[in-house]
Antibody
Framework: QLQESGPRLVKPSETLSLTCSVS??????????WGWIRQPPGKGLEWIGT???????SYNPSLKSRVTMSVDTSKNQFSLRLSSVTAADTSVYYC??????????????WGQGARVTVSS | DIQMTQSPSFLSAFLGDRVVITCQAS??????LNWYQQRPGEAPKLLMF???NLESGVPTRFRGSGSGTHFTFTIRSLQPEDAATYYC??????????FGQGTKVEIK
């Protein structure tokens, strides 16, 4: 249902760019937002940010200065840009759908993940 | 910021055993707590939302309970396919989404 795409090798100080294609359902659904979560090698999960179909986005404060998310409703896709990357940004990057059900919020579907390495 | 602390970080149990994982929040989060399973080499999978609501298709041997700051996740009878890392995750309406550090469950 969700599939990440983009370069898997990024040089230090450059910008990481990933796109998530949503194949089931509409990215314009009012019941969903769309998120990025990452997982460094051998470590746990870190929320990067979420975006609604109208383009309103929220970011993890620890990454906010470097993160930009966008949505393309015509292509049913959303994207992540992370600037000024370092080796610490080497991770598997997951896109996920965030279901909004009343006051409940949960990531109910995930992409398979994109392993991105930051190295010269 | 709210911190989520899981324990133990690792456990090893026999098939058929009852397994309990705890998740402690650094402040009262009411019932804004979800659980995910991540098998080796796979993406995380939602098991339970709002403490105890099973996602569609998830086996009933998985149970969740708790409120406020203390939560438990139980596997009533451990199965081979349950070998995985389990994460609790808090959400709020700032919004922000915070994961616990994970509990790896191994089959003896």
């Amino acid at each position: 249902q969700l599939q990440e795409s983009g370069p898997r090798l990024v040089k230090p100080s450059e910008t990481l760019s990933l796109t998530c294609s949503v194949s089931t359902g509409s990215i314009s659904s009012t019941s969903y937002s769309w998120g990025w979560i990452r997982q460094p090698p051998g470590k746990g999960l870190e929320w990067i940010g979420t975006i609604y179909h109208d383009g309103s986005a929220s970011y993890n404060p620890s990454l906010k200065s470097r993160v930009t998310m966008s949505v393309d409703t015509s292509k049913n896709q959303f994207s992540l840009r992370l600037s000024s990357v370092t080796a610490a940004d080497t991770s598997v990057y997951y896109c996920a759908s965030l279901r909004m059900w009343g006051r409940s919020r949960f990531f109910d579907s995930w992409g398979q993940g994109a392993r991105v390495t930051v190295s010269s | 910021d709210i911190q989520m602390t899981q324990s133990p970080s690792f456990l090893s149990a026999f098939l058929g055993d009852r397994v309990v994982i705890t998740c402690q929040a650094s402040q009262d989060i009411s019932e804004s707590l979800n659980w995910y399973q991540q098998r080796p080499g796979e993406a995380p999978k939602l098991l339970m939302f709002d403490v105890s609501n099973l996602e569609s298709g998830v086996p009933t041997r998985f149970r969740g309970s708790g409120s406020g700051t203390h939560f438990t996740f139980t596997i009533r009878s451990l199965q081979p396919e349950d070998a995985a890392t389990y994460y609790c995750q808090h959400y709020d309406h700032v919004p922000s989404y915070t994961f616990g550090q994970g509990t790896k469950v191994e089959i003896k």
